[in-house]
Nanobody
Framework: VQLQASGGGLVQPGGSLRLSCVASGFIFKIYTMGWYRQAPGKQQRELVATITPQDSTNYGDSVTGRFTISRDNAKNTVVLEMNSLKPEDTAVYYC?????WGKGTLVTVSS
């Protein structure tokens, strides 16, 4: 199983970023996929968003209304669209699926 995340970077408050995660090594379309994040200095990863094989979505309270998760089963890809970014969104974002974690991509929101 491999989960390759990309799209992180530096963005100003109020800006947008798009994270992508390409999965391989398992039957992508039958698994719930998710994004989690770990902020600097925090030990735990928190839920950002998940999406089921039926496209049912769930979001963490702090991102609801600003972030959107989607999936493309033909491309084995899960995407996180992040809008109205805030400094507190700064974190390493991890893709998760089939009980595996990707390596993470850093998102920094700062002016």
């Amino acid at each position: 199983v491999q989960l390759q995340a990309s799209g992180g970077g530096l963005v100003q408050p109020g800006g947008s970023l798009r994270l992508s995660c390409v999965a391989s090594g398992f039957i992508f379309k039958i698994y719930t996929m998710g994004w989690y994040r770990q902020a600097p200095g925090k030990q735990q990863r928190e839920l950002v968003a998940t999406i089921t094989p039926q496209d049912s979505t769930n979001y963490g309270d702090s991102v609801t209304g600003r972030f959107t998760i989607s999936r493309d089963n033909a491309k084995n890809t899960v995407v996180l669209e992040m809008n109205s970014l805030k400094p507190e969104d700064t974190a390493v974002y991890y893709c998760h699926g089939r009980a595996h974690w990707g390596k993470g991509t850093l998102v920094t929101v700062s002016s």
